[in-house]
């Protein structure tokens, strides 16, 4: 209940503050990317139900000759690489955060393609909602392991509170500041995630 309110007031303060910031961005977007500004794509929210997250767009849509998109790396720009340096592309979010799909801070929502390659141990991370920023995008986001990311993920399942919250979003702000762990080793963002259990995927 307060986590709640925590996310529900301070995700309609900054919306209200941020709105000139959204305007200016989504005319960037336009200008740069063209339309649509927005990035919309299903992902698995708390216990895994289904959600549409939505985000600035910073990737083209370019294609090869048979028609399937390029490579993240080839199709994000360099206007798409300053907004994510700064995720700027992830204020969006907040109105998911109001809506109670996400949360300010929990763990990351991945694709919906993942869901079936978690460990038990791992598919935890669904028991809360899912966040803008989290304990493992504090400690090392993109250049950490995904075994990394979702021990540090279930650990603030288990961990969790407002003041945790409040220590997660100040560090948040620090490691945007400085830029780190935007992107894992020769990817524009992580690499894919697959199965480590020794199971086929």
């Known amino acids: 209940m ?3 309110a925590f996310d529900i007031a301070v995700a309609a303060v900054l919306l209200v503050v941020l709105a000139p910031v959204f305007v200016v ?3 960037l977007v336009r200008a740069k990317l ?3 500004v927005f990035f919309r794509q299903t992902r698995p929210g708390l216990h895994g139900r289904p959600f549409e997250i939505i985000k600035f767009r910073t ?3 370019a294609r090869d000759s048979e028609g399937r998109l390029l490579l993240d790396c080839e ?3 360099r206007f798409g690489r300053f907004l994510r340096a700064l995720s700027l592309d992830e204020l969006p979010e907040l109105w998911n955060v109001l809506k109670g ?19 038990p141990e791992q598919a935890r991370r669904h028991e809360v909602r899912p966040g803008i920023t989290g304990w493992a995008q504090v400690n090392g986001r993109n250049a950490i392991s995904w075994e990394e990311k979702f021990a540090m993920d279930v650990w603030y ?4 509170s407002v003041v945790l919250d409040v220590r997660i979003v100040a560090l948040t702000v620090i490691k945007v ?4 762990g935007i992107s894992g080793d020769g990817v524009a963002t992580a690499t894919k995630f697959k199965r480590t259990d020794g199971q086929p995927t």
């Open 101 to 119: 799909e996400m949360s300010l801070v929990g763990p990351r929502p991945l694709l919906m393609e993942y869901l079936p390659l978690y460990s």
């Open 157 to 160: 399942v288990d961990n969790r």
């Open 2 to 4: 307060i986590k709640r």
């Open 177 to 180: 500041l400085k830029r780190d």
């Open 34 to 36: 063209g339309t649509p």
């Open 75 to 77: 199709r994000l720009t």
């Open 25 to 27: 961005l989504a005319c």
């Open 59 to 61: 990737m083209t849509d």
